[in-house]
Structures are given as C-alpha cells and as structure tokens.
C-alpha cells in the first residue's frame, strides 16, 4: 500500500512537501511516481523517478519549480513543490510500480498501487 502525505493549504509562492510512504511490500527497484487531479479536471502526471533516482521526468507546468526524490531505506518517496502557484491546486497521489518510464507519460503502465491522495491548495 502506498500512503501520501504532507499536503495542506499554502499561499502563492510557498512551498510543500508531499511524502509518500509503501508498506507491505518494497518498491526499491521500481519507478515511482505523482499524478495530480484537479475539480473538473481529469488526472494529470506531475512527476516520475526511477528506480535508482538518476531519472526524473516532470510535466511542463511544474519543471523547474517541483523535484521528485526517493530514499528507498525509507521504502519512501518524495515531491518538492516551490513557487507554489494556485493552479496547482489539487489532489496529489502517488503511485507504484511504473513501467515504461521515459519521458512520454502516456505510455507508462503498471501503476498497480495509488495512495489515496493528499490535498494541495494554493491561495492567491
């Protein structure tokens, strides 16, 4: 199971940690990753990172301003968010295992295990 973490409310500017903590089983040699859903709007891929963290993949809206990071003694992974803006208002979820990871998002798959999402809003 994955458990994500660390969301909360936060004006413009600022900054969050999200935590996404596995149990029951270890996803040290997997690729890990953050999708976010925002209302009304389908779910969107945020981040990515490999099984070693050498690779990371972000979508366009949040490069440069997130990092994506991993400690696999924790079986945990990370999201850096700064320069918050209030369009990445949204629910965040994590997920595990990722296959086919690269830097088109749309052909991963796998993604067998989600967290149940931690919300991020960011006010204006």
């Known amino acids: 199971q994955l458990q994500a973490s660390g969301g909360g409310l936060v004006q413009a500017g600022g900054s969050l940690r999200l935590s996404c903590a596995a149990s029951g089983r270890t996803f040290s040699t997997y690729a890990l990753g953050w999708f976010r859903q925002a209302p009304g709007k389908e779910r969107e891929f945020v981040a990515s990172?490999?099984?070693?963290?050498?690779?990371?993949y972000y979508a366009d809206s949040v490069k440069g301003r997130f990092t994506i990071s991993r400690d696999n003694a924790k079986n945990t992974f990370y999201l850096q968010m700064n320069s918050l803006k209030p369009e990445d208002t949204a629910v965040y979820y994590c997920t595990a295992p990722i296959y086919g990871l690269g830097t088109d998002p749309s052909k991963y798959y796998g993604m067998d295990y989600w967290g149940k999402g931690t919300q991020v809003t960011v006010s204006s």
């Open positions: 990172i490999g099984w070693g963290g050498r690779r990371t």
